[in-house]
Structure formats: structure tokens, C-alpha cells
């Protein structure tokens, strides 16, 4: 990481078009501190996980995804929520970047997960679920504030702009957090290095 600059990647966990995941996402990139480098990267390239495809023969597609990951200081994810649980597309891409384990580019990551639903929880349920994920990628989430967008046709514009102030502070809020941790995360390994 250079001095004073971070990269954060976003990846939003729907591969519908019309994702409210997908404003959410794009609403926190918006309010991303100036300093900081912000990219989109997409899941929905990435074919079903197998192993026999993870070696030599691992898909272009999977290949550019994991470097993508590695160069990143840090990670915003939208995570909506499916039958109580992640998304199909979300867990797939979360499979294939925790391998090799050794060299994965979740390990050790600064993380913070956010989400929509027009469900009554606000993906609350997937949330959790990514959490599991996270202990055994060793991944590092931020915890507070959660970010659990309910009834957002209501939140956001026809054109994708979000409109509710209140959820709109409590998104910068959690960009801020993740800012903030990836910051504390990478000082504290540059000060161990220089011992």
C-alpha cells in the first residue's frame, strides 16, 4: 500500500442488473473518501467452483478475479440475501478466492459486508452466514455499523441513486469504519515488518 493511499474493491454478491445490492454498492462508492482508489470488481464471469479446474487449468476469468483481490488493501461487499443465506453467485466467488489457501486474496483482508432486501431482516441472515465464511478465509470484518437496507424500492430512485438520508449516513458511516480499520491493519503490519 502506498503511503497514505488505499485501494478498496467492492463486489456485489446479485448478478441481476437491477440489484438494489448493486446501488447500495455504488451509493458507498460515491461516498468514498477522496484519498482512496475505489474499483468495482465482477463476479459474474466466474464459472461453477470445481477443483479440478483450480491448478494449472484455473479459468482466465477466476485467474484475473484473484489478482484483482490480492491487489486490494481492502473489501466492500454487497450481500443480499437468498432463502435465508448468500447468494449462489456470492458464495461461489468467495470459494473460488479462498484458494490456494496459502495465497489467497481474502486472507488477513480488511472486510465490510452491507446489504438489501425487500425482505423484513435486510439480508441480516446472509450477513451472519458471510461471517462464517469469514472466520475460516481469515478475513478481518468490521463490525458496527451493520448495514441491513430494508424496503429499498423506497430508498433509492428509478435511475439507482440513493435517496433516504438516514441510510445514506449510516453507509458513509460503514465506508468510513472500513477506511479506518484497513488503515489500522496495514500500520500495524508495516510496524511489525520494521522490527
Known amino acids: 500500500m502506498d503511503e497514505g493511499k488505499i485501494r478498496i474493491g467492492g463486489i456485489c454478491g446479485s448478478l441481476r442488473a437491477g440489484s438494489y445490492n448493486l446501488m447500495l454498492l455504488r451509493a458507498a462508492a460515491g461516498l468514498m ?23 494449472p487449468a484455473t479459468p482466465e476469468a ?34 473460488w478466492a479462498s484458494r490456494p489457501v496459502s495465497d489467497s486474496g481474502l486472507h488477513d483482508k480488511p472486510v465490510a459486508i452491507m446489504g438489501a432486501s425487500q425482505g423484513t431482516f435486510g439480508t441480516v441472515r446472509a450477513q451472519l452466514h458471510f461471517r462464517h465464511v469469514a472466520v475460516f478465509t481469515n478475513m478481518h470484518l ?36 472500513l477506511v479506518r480499520w484497513t488503515r489500522i491493519l496495514h500500520g500495524g503490519r508495516k510496524a511489525l515488518s520494521a522490527r
Open 33 to 55: 473518501p477522496e484519498d482512496i482508489t475505489y474499483e468495482e470488481i465482477p463476479i459474474s464471469d466466474l464459472p461453477l467452483y470445481n477443483p479440478d479446474l483450480d491448478g
Open 142 to 177: 468490521v463490525n458496527k455499523p451493520e448495514v441491513l437496507v430494508r424496503d429499498p424500492q423506497a430508498k433509492f430512485s428509478t435511475d439507482g441513486r440513493l435517496t433516504d438520508e438516514d441510510t445514506r449516513q449510516v453507509v458513509g458511516q460503514l465506508v468510513t469504519e
Open 62 to 95: 477466476v485467474q484475473v478475479f484473484r489478482e484483482r483481490l490480492k491487489g486490494m488493501d481492502g473489501l466492500l461487499f454487497a450481500v443480499p440475501e437468498y432463502n435465508y443465506s448468500l447468494t449462489g453467485a456470492l458464495k461461489n466467488a468467495l470459494d
